[in-house]
Each structure stands twice: as C-alpha cells, then as structure tokens.
C-alpha cells in the first residue's frame, strides 16, 4: 500500500512540473509571436481580408464584397466584427495570434503526442511563422481541426458539437472544406461501425443530438459552397474563354505535358508541407523550398514525398477508419491542387496538418485490420514503419523547428514587405489627407489598409481598397498612366500623391513628377513602393 501511494504521490508531482512547463510554453509560444507581429509588415493578402470587412457596412456587404474571394467568409467574419471596435489593422494581428496560441494550447494540452513533439511542434515552421506572424484564415481552419481531434477521441461523443466544428471548418477556407468532408465521413462511418460491432442503439437523446447535428453540418457546408460558388464559376468562365483563343495553338501533346507538369508539383507538395526548407540561398526565401534550386533536387523531393506517402499509408494500413480519412483527405486536395489551384507552400500545408490529426486520432484506436499471413511482406513494412514513426515525426518537427527559427528570425530582421514603413511615410508628411492615386490595386492596396483610406485606382478609374483577382485590369504602359492622371488632376486643387509598383521612366510635357521617396528591397519583393507629388507645369 505505501509503495502505491509513493508512486501516485510522484505520478502527481510529475503531472504538476508538466502542466507548470506548458504553462510555460505556451505563454513563451504567445510572447514570441507577439514580439514577431509587431515587426512583421503585412502583405496584400493579409490585408485584402481586412479591407474586405473594413469596407462592408451590413453583412449583406460583406458577403458582396467577399463573393469572388474563392474564398467561404468566417475569418472575414470574425474581421468584420473587429472593425466596428477599431479600424487599426494590428487589432487583425493580434487576433490572429490569439488563434495561434489556442491551437498550441490545444495541441500542448489535449493531444497524444509525447513531450519531446509537443516541444519541436510549437516552435515548427507553421505554428511559429507561415500559419501564426502572417494573418490568414488557415490558421483558423487548424484550430477547429484540432477541436475535432479533441472531441472525436472522447470516450461520449457531443454530436452537435462535434458537426458544429466541422460546419465552421467548412467555412474557413477550400481547404477546410475538403477536410470538412473527409473528416465528416470519418465521424459518420466509426459511428455506424461502433455500434454495430458493440451492438449498442443510440438512445433517444444521443438519436436527436446526432441529428442536430447532421442538419448543422450540412448547413454549414451548404453556405461554404454558396460562398465560394460566384468564384468558381468566374473562373470556370475566364477558363473557357482562355481555351477558346489557345485551341488553335495548344496540342494535345502540350496539354498532357502541362498536366503531368502540375501531377509533379501536386506529388512534391507531400514533401514541401511535411518538410519545408526555405531557400537560404535567396533573401526572397519566401515559399520557395531549397529542392526548387536544381532539377536533381526536384526529382529528389519528388521521391522524397512518395516514400512519406507510403510510410503514412503502412502507419494507418490496421486501422481502416484513420487510412480512409488520410488517403480521402491527401487525394482531395491532391485532386484540388492538379486541377484546380496549384497552391503554395501556405495551401500545401494543410496535408501536413491532415497528417498530424491522422497520427492523433490512430493513437486512440486499437488495430482492427489483420493483414493476411500471405501478405507477409506488407506486415513487416507495416511493423516497421510503425516502429519508427515517432522517430521519423520527430525529425519532420526537427527540421520545421530550424525553418520555423529562420523563417521567423528573417521576419525580425529584415522587411517582409515595404507596405507598412511607406504608409507611414504618407502620414509623417501630411500626405494622407491629399488625394492619393495608385496603380496595380493587388500592390498598392496594403497601403490603404494602414492609412485608413481608400485610394483611386487608375486602371479602374474609381476610388477603392481590396481588390478583385477575377477582374484584373493593367495599364498598358506609362504613357497611358500619365495621360489617366493628367486628365484626372486637371481641375484638383489639392496636392496630388501617385503610388506605383515601379519607377517612372518618362517624362510628361504637361506635369511635374517629384519623387518623394522609394521603399523596396523586402522578403516579398514585388511588394515596392515609389511615392511621387504630382504637380501640374506653368
């Protein structure tokens, strides 16, 4: 009896130290995060969101103004809330951390994972950097994936709340929906499968609750297709006028090359989201992943990915129910990334992430598939790969630590984009209150969202903030430009600011360009600025 107590009594001094270091962690994890968003400059896609919600007085603007995002709108939701406290972008930031900070808590706290992962995950390349300083709505859809985890391994699943987190997942992002399917099927199918292997009826209650929650899943999947349908069907249009006027010139020969191009890129993306290096050589290391350098490389990832593909199929192959959700999960997005949306890194990491919530679930199941004695071969990869599979998470983690660690150190030392230092130029001079012109609207529009201020957009010939990927429209050269802002100066007796992407390189017979100054030469380099007084000549 007494050698009883004295291992509880130290099972519980171990569980006190270990819920003291989370503790730790994860208010360590929030510090840092919040140290790196105050130097972290935001790009047109982190503020394209928030321009999005600032604009929409209704929710019915919302929803028009985000219709051809591609994109379903709870995060712009969330923004839209935040906009009628304060109109400061950093409010959008510090969000986002707070969304960063519970994911880890979640994981930190609640996942299976051993000590030495639940370290190296919390400090890896997504959580650390791509998916916490960069304020998109991925990291939402992680948090909600973890929820799911959480409550799916519970011994009592709460069917409405469970479906409710898929329904809001369904509405983060494609991605989240794709993943809101597989993980949907899963649910439905284990517990179709749980209570005819135990014989045990759903109850009256658990029978309403579980369809509540039905009704709600569908719901919620119901308006994330309704969101991202105006988008789809844009692009589908754009698409067949594209191949109208390339039939004649594209053979079928380039067709299936093109195709066999993007099924390669689609493969690799298994290894560039499982173990993403950036390229160090590069300070424009953004998405670009260190095998893109050389062709041998490429071909290595390539490789690479099929044996992480493989590997993560003999880890799930004796527990069907976690093999379906990861083949269905990766061949979902495989089929949306071939086909549809190539992606990057940052839409390639949500097969990571499917990866981690397979490895979570499985470590709540106990196998229920025996592989046939003639199949001897695959049962030995399989006790193989199960073997090592905490080694080989472990490294993955190890080598996401050190790009997270360089990613995030980058971030701190130098510019990831020139859009925040040249909105504060504007307003130290004064500027912001002139009536400020700008061309390409997917470049200059960060710069409205830090000064608070929509800006006149050349190419379309009215005042905007956001910008839409489905219409784009260019000038033609500079000559087009100046003769769009001679006309539009003409009667304006305020002082006239013009925002470009590049240098002028002409000159204009009837008005005076003074370049105030120039901001370029950061991480996102197409992201430059030269800021110029136009002047009408005596």
């Known amino acids: 009896m007494a050698t009883i107590q004295k291992k509880l009594f ?11 270091y989370s503790n730790c962690l994860i208010l360590l994890f929030f510090v840092i995060s919040f140290i790196g968003i105050l130097n972290h400059e935001m790009w047109r896609d982190e503020t394209q969101a928030w321009l999005i919600a600032r604009d929409a007085s209704t929710l019915t603007d919302l929803y028009e103004n985000l219709k051809y995002e591609g994109h379903p709108g709870l995060w712009h939701l969330c923004l839209f809330l935040i906009t009628k406290i304060t109109r400061n972008p950093f409010a959008m930031q510090f969000f986002h951390i707070l969304i960063s900070t519970a994911t880890v808590y979640i994981f930190v706290k609640k996942s299976p994972f051993n000590f030495v992962e639940k370290n190296l995950f919390t400090f890896s390349y997504f959580s650390l950097f791509e998916y916490n300083l960069i304020s998109r709505n991925y990291n939402l859809g992680i948090l909600l994936v973890f929820i799911f985890c959480y409550l799916f391994t519970r011994r009592n699943t709460n069917y409405i709340t469970t479906f409710l987190t898929l329904a809001l997942l369904a509405n983060t992002n494609a991605y989240g929906l794709i993943i809101c399917l597989c993980l949907s099927a899963t649910l439905i199918i284990d517990t179709i499968l749980k209570h005819r292997i135990n014989q045990n009826k759903l109850n009256r209650k658990q029978i309403k609750h579980l369809i509540i929650g039905l009704l709600i899943l569908c719901l919620g999947i119901g308006l994330s297709i309704l969101q991202i349908l105006p988008a789809a069907i844009q692009d589908t249009a754009n698409d067949i006028q594209q191949n109208i006027g390339e039939t004649a010139t594209v053979s079928k020969f380039e067709l299936i090359l093109n195709l066999s191009k993007r099924l390669g890129y689609t493969l ?20 670009k992943d260190i095998t893109n350098i050389s062709p041998y490389l490429t071909l290595l990832a390539l490789f690479l990915s099929l044996f992480l593909l493989l590997f993560s199929v003999f880890i799930f192959i004796d527990k069907p129910i976690v093999l379906f959700l990861y083949i269905s999960g990766t061949l979902g997005m495989f089929l949306f990334s071939w086909l549809k949306w190539q992606g990057t890194l940052r839409h390639h990491g949500h097969l ?8 979570w679930i499985s470590r709540y199941f106990h196998p229920s598939y025996k ?23 472990t490294i993955i983690l190890t080598v996401q630590m050190f790009s997270g660690f360089y990613a995030y150190s980058m971030d701190l030392i130098y510019p990831f984009s020139r859009s925040k230092v040249a909105a504060e130029f504007i307003q130290k001079q004064g500027l912001s209150e002139e009536f400020i012109l700008g ?9 409205s969202a830090y000064i608070d201020k929509k800006i006149f957009y050349l190419e379309y010939n009215r005042f905007g903030s956001f910008f839409n990927n489905r219409q784009r429209k260019y000038l033609e050269n500079q000559s087009e430009l100046i003769e769009k802002t001679d006309f539009l100066i003409k009667n304006n007796s305020a002082k006239n600011i013009l925002i470009l992407s590049e240098p002028l390189n002409i000159t204009s017979n009837n008005l005076k360009f003074n370049q105030l100054n120039a901001f370029d030469n950061s991480i996102l380099g197409e992201e430059r600025y030269y800021i110029y007084l136009v002047e009408r000549k005596n």
Do not use: M
């Open 268 to 287: 690799r993306s298994i290894w560039y989201s499982y173990v993403p290096i950036p390229n160090f050589l590069e300070y424009h290391f953004w998405s």
């Open 10 to 20: 130290k099972n519980n001094v171990f569980l006190s130290k270990y819920l003291t």
């Open 439 to 447: 061309s390409k609207d997917t470049i200059v529009s960060p710069i």
């Open 371 to 393: 592989i046939p004695k003639r199949w001897q071969k695959i049962t030995n990869l399989t006790n193989f790969c199960q073997k090592y599979q905490n080694k080989v998470i």
């Open 352 to 359: 990571f992430f499917l990866f981690l919530a397979c490895i």
